[in-house]
């Protein structure tokens, strides 16, 4: 055997990422990143910052309180007005609708970091995987056979579609204007949307291949990162992995979970109720 051929062995194997036959919704995927460029328009100021981080902490809680924990993993049961109110707060995120997110990450769980993996980064590579898998078309359809237990409630569906998905996010954005002006659109939504989002796809990707620490060897490449937990409230993606519909994802008392916290206020207040929980180890 050659050096060469026995080099080209020795490295990781990846396949290259499926041909991309983009959406639509990459212009504004892409806009919005542009449009944080405004920053240079109104200044960096602590108002700003401040707006930037009260909307990215408000919409990263609802994302895993609602969209992560309750509608893609079914951690508690709650009422039906309650599971509404948490699809729209989720939705503020700009993720798409719930059903889509929680069937996507369902088959994520299911084939972690295997071939049918939408965005393992083992597999695809970093970039594909970060911020390019949700804009092929051929990812934009809702498979609701993955969430019969979702795709029940027409009020959800109705949610979830097209056009539909699009309004909590653009309530989001009236929102954030009516109460803080042009802070409120260039920093508590364009900006504050570009940070949630790579925060997230962060988890599904860094976590999913680099650094961190591994409590659980679980048959994926998951890990647990302290600060991805801290900003994400308490994603700890490898303890989550080992079992993913419990409600609580931090293991010792320095895996703070404050999602989790959050849940068992409210469930003490009877707001939901029947939270899984996973032993300590
Ligand atoms: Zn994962
Ligand atoms: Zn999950």
Redesign the pocket.
Known sequence: MTPAAAQALSQPKIPAHPEIRYSACAVIYFAMHLACLSILWVGVTWRGAAILAASYFVRVFFMGIGQ?RYF??RSYKTSRPVQFLLAVFSMFGMQRGVLWWAQI?RH??QHSDGPEDLHSPGVHGFFYSHCLWFLNEENRRTDYSRIPDLARYPELVWLDGGMTSTIPGILYGVLMIALFGWDGLIWGFFAATIVLWHVVHCVGTISHRYGGYRRFETKDSSRNHWFFALITLGEFHNN??HA?TAARQGYVWWEFDLVYLVMKLMNWVGVIWDLKIQQRC
């Open positions: 992560h893609s993993h990450h994520h769980h989550h992995h993913p």
